[in-house]
C-alpha cells in the first residue's frame, strides 16, 4: 500500500521531534552528567609560590657594658643598622621526588620546568642589629664570677625571642672569659664578646662598629642560619656544588622534617641462658630523653615504646684479635650489621612517620668482650655506631661481671646513665642538631640538661621552616602540574579546600620569616606540608579510577550506536528527499 503524503510528512516531523530532544535535551544531559568535576584551584598563586623567594630576616641586639664605648662614642647609642644579602642557589630543574608509596599506585610527582620552576631560587638574609648601653642590672650580672652564672643572670633578667640574638661586649680587663677566648656563646640567645682598648681608643662610633662587624658576623653563623644551613634545608630542590660536601653529608644524616617521630629504644640479649639483663629504660627516657625532645616539640611530635629482644645475633660474626684480647667489629662490617637486626625489630607500616632506632646489644658469652674499631683500627671510646636515617647501636660489655665461680644466668643492671649519653649524642645528629666547630677563640658553654641550647633549637627551626616550605612547595606545584597534564582526574572539593589550605600556610609563613617571627614562620610552614601531603595522596587521586579516552569510545559506542544509527538514516533520508524535491521544483521552472 502506497505511503500518504500526511503520513510521510508525520514521518518526518517525528524523525525531526526524537533527533531535537536528542540533540536539546540528550547531548546536554550526558555531557553534563558525565563530565568529570574539577574544583577551582589557585594555579596563578601556586605559579608564583613556584619561583622560591624566600626572605629570612633576624634580629640582633648589640649591648655595649661600661667600659667599652668612650663618652663620645656613646653619645651616637642607640643606635640601628640594617644589611642586608642576596644570594642565588641554582635550581635543579631536572630533580624529581622519588615515587613515595608506589604499592598503594599513588601518583608520582613530576615537573615541568619550563610551566612551573624558575631558573634559580632567590634567598635574601636581612640582619636588624641594634646597638645600645648596659642598664645597671645587667652591669650587674656581667660582674659574675663565671660567663655561665652571668649568662644565666642575663636569662633571668628579659628572655629573648625565639629567632633572636644578644650580644653583649664586655672590656678586656672583664674575668668573664679566659685570656685565650674572644667569644663566649652560652645555652641560652646571649654571646659575651671581648672588645680591646685599642679598637675603642680614638675612634669614632662607626670605626667601632666597622671593627665589631667581623665578631658579630661570625657569632650570627654559628648561633643563627647560614646560608650553608638554609642551602641544605633546600637539598629536595636544588643541586649541591661538588665542593659543598660537609652540606651533603649533613643532610644524608639527619631525617627530613616530618610532623611525628617514632623512637624505638630495643633491648638486644643474644644469649639469656648466660645473661639475664635489667634496664630501667623508663626511668632513663624520663631523665635523659624526654627533656629534649619536651624542648623540640615545637617541631614534631614524638612518641617512644621500648622492647627486649632475645636471641637476636649481629649479622656479622665478629673476629678475635690477640693485640686487644677482644673480639672486634671493623668499621668496614659495620654494614651489613643492621639489616639482619631490622628483621627482627618489628614492622612499623601501620605509621607513616620515620622510625629512629636504638639498640643496646650486649655480646654473648662467646663473643664478649666485643669493641667496635674505626678505620684506622683505633677503639671507639663510645663503642657505638650510628647510621644514617635509622639509628644508632650501641655495644654493651659485661665481662666485668665474669669471675672464676660465676653461676649463670648472670644478672646484670646496666648503667643507663652510660648508655643513654650515647643515644642522646646519636638522636641529636639525626634529628639535625649539628655540632658545629666554632672558630679559634670562641667557647660554646655545655647544652645542659635539657640536651639543646636555646640558641641550637633556633637553628634547627631556622632549617626545619625553609626546608618545610620548599618541600610543600613542590609538592604543590608538581601536583598542579599534574592535574593540569590530566584533565580527566577529578578535583574534589577535599583537593581543593586541602590546596588552598597549603598555599594560604605558605604565603603566610614566607611572610613570616621576612619579619623575623620564627615560631609563626614554623608552624605556618607545617600547616602548610600536611596540608600539601594530604592533597597529593589523596585516594580519588589514583590513576586507575580513570579511563583514557579509547575506553570510553568502547564503552559508550555499544550503548549509544544502536539508537543513533537509525535517527541519523532518517535525517539522511530527510534530506535527501528534500534535495530531490527541490531539483524537481526546478525542472518544472525550466
Request: net charge negative; charged share 20%; hydrophobic share 40%.
Amino acid at each position: 500500500m502506497a505511503i500518504t503524503e500526511v503520513e510521510r510528512r508525520r514521518g518526518q516531523l517525528a524523525a525531526l521531534s526524537i533527533a531535537a530532544v536528542v540533540i536539546i535535551v540528550g547531548v546536554p544531559l550526558w555531557w553534563r552528567t558525565t563530565e568529570t568535576y574539577r574544583a577551582w584551584l589557585p594555579v596563578s598563586q601556586i605559579k608564583d609560590l613556584a619561583k622560591l623567594q624566600l626572605h629570612l630576616s633576624a634580629d640582633v641586639e648589640v649591648v655595649f657594658a661600661r667600659g667599652t664605648v668612650t663618652p663620645e662614642q656613646q653619645k651616637k647609642v642607640p643606635l640601628t643598622q640594617t644589611q642586608d644579602e642576596e644570594h642565588t642557589v641554582d635550581g635543579d630543574l631536572l630533580m624529581q621526588f622519588m615515587i613515595l608509596r608506589s604499592q598503594n599506585m599513588k601518583p608520582a610527582r613530576s615537573f615541568d620546568s619550563q610551566t612551573f620552576f624558575p631558573e634559580d631560587t632567590t634567598l635574601r638574609y636581612r640582619y636588624e642589629t641594634k646597638y645600645r648601653t648596659a642598664t645597671i642590672m645587667e652591669e650587674d650580672a656581667l660582674k659574675k664570677p663565671t660567663a655561665a652564672e652571668a649568662d644565666l643572670s642575663l636569662h633571668m633578667l628579659s628572655e629573648s625571642p625565639c629567632g633572636s640574638l644578644v650580644v653583649y661586649v664586655i672590656p678586656e680587663s672583664s674575668s668573664l672569659l679566659p685570656e685565650d677566648v674572644n667569644v663566649y656563646i652560652g645555652q641560652r640567645r646571649t654571646a659575651l664578646v671581648r672588645i680591646s682598648a685599642q679598637m675603642r681608643v680614638g675612634k669614632t662610633l662607626e670605626q667601632l662598629l666597622a671593627q665589631l662587624e667581623p665578631q658579630i658576623k661570625q657569632v650570627l653563623q654559628v648561633m643563627s642560619f647560614s646560608h650553608t644551613d638554609i642551602t641544605v634545608a633546600l637539598s629536595d630542590r636544588v643541586r649541591f656544588r661538588p665542593g659543598n660536601k660537609e652540606s651533603i653529608a649533613d643532610s644524608m644524616r639527619a631525617f627530613k622534617s616530618s610532623p611525628g617521630y617514632e623512637i624505638t629504644f630495643s633491648l638486644l640479649n643474644p644469649d639469656p641462658k648466660s645473661h639475664q639483663l635489667h634496664w630501667d629504660i623508663e626511668g632513663a627516657v624520663q631523665t635523659y630523653i624526654q627533656p629534649l625532645l619536651t624542648k623540640l616539640s615545637p617541631l614534631a611530635n614524638f612518641s617512644m615504646d621500648s622492647q627486649t629482644l632475645y636471641y637476636t645475633m649481629l649479622g656479622v660474626t665478629p673476629r678475635f684479635d690477640s693485640s686487644f684480647e677482644a673480639y672486634t667489629l671493623n668499621a668496614d662490617s659495620l654494614a651489613h650489621v643492621i639489616n639482619p637486626v631490622e628483621a627482627r625489630l618489628g614492622s612499623n607500616a601501620a605509621s607513616s612517620n620515620p622510625v629512629l632506632n636504638f639498640l643496646l646489644y650486649v655480646p654473648d658469652i662467646r663473643h664478649s668482650p666485643l669493641y667496635i674499631h674505626d678505620h684506622r683500627k683505633q677503639e671507639v671510646p663510645s663503642n657505638a655506631f650510628h647510621s644514617p636515617r635509622w639509628g644508632g647501636i650501641m655495644v654493651y660489655n659485661v665481662n666485668g661481671f665474669y669471675g672464676s665461680e660465676t653461676e649463670f644466668p648472670v644478672h646484670v643492671n646496666i648503667n643507663m646513665a652510660k648508655v643513654m649519653g650515647v643515644f642522646l649524642a646519636q638522636l641529636r645528629l639525626l634529628l639535625g642538631v649539628q655540632s658545629l666547630s666554632p672558630p679559634p677563640g670562641f667557647l660554646v658553654a655545655p647544652c645542659g640538661s635539657t640536651g639543646l641550647a636555646d640558641w641550637e633549637l633556633d637553628r634547627l627551626m631556622w632549617s626545619r621552616s625553609v626546608e618545610n616550605i620548599a618541600t610543600a612547595t613542590t609538592t604543590i606545584t608538581s601536583l598542579a602540574q599534574l592535574l593540569d597534564q590530566i584533565g580527566n582526574i577529578v578535583i574534589n572539593d577535599n583537593i581543593a579546600q586541602q590546596v588552598s589550605s597549603a598555599v594560604t600556610s605558605l604565603q603566610l609563613a614566607m611572610a613570616e620569616l621576612e619579619v623575623g617571627n620564627l615560631g609563626f614562620a614554623l608552624q605556618y610552614s607545617k600547616e602548610a606540608i600536611l596540608a600539601s601531603e594530604k592533597a597529593f595522596f589523596d585516594p580519588s587521586l589514583l590513576h586507575l579510577l580513570y579511563f583514557p579516552d579509547d575506553q570510553k569510545f568502547a564503552i559508550y559506542i555499544p550503548l549509544f550506536l544502536p539508537m543513533c544509527v537509525p535517527i541519523l538514516l532518517s535525517m539522511l533520508k530527510i534530506v535527501s528527499e528534500a534535495r530531490q524535491r527541490r531539483r524537481e521544483k526546478q525542472a518544472k521552472k525550466e
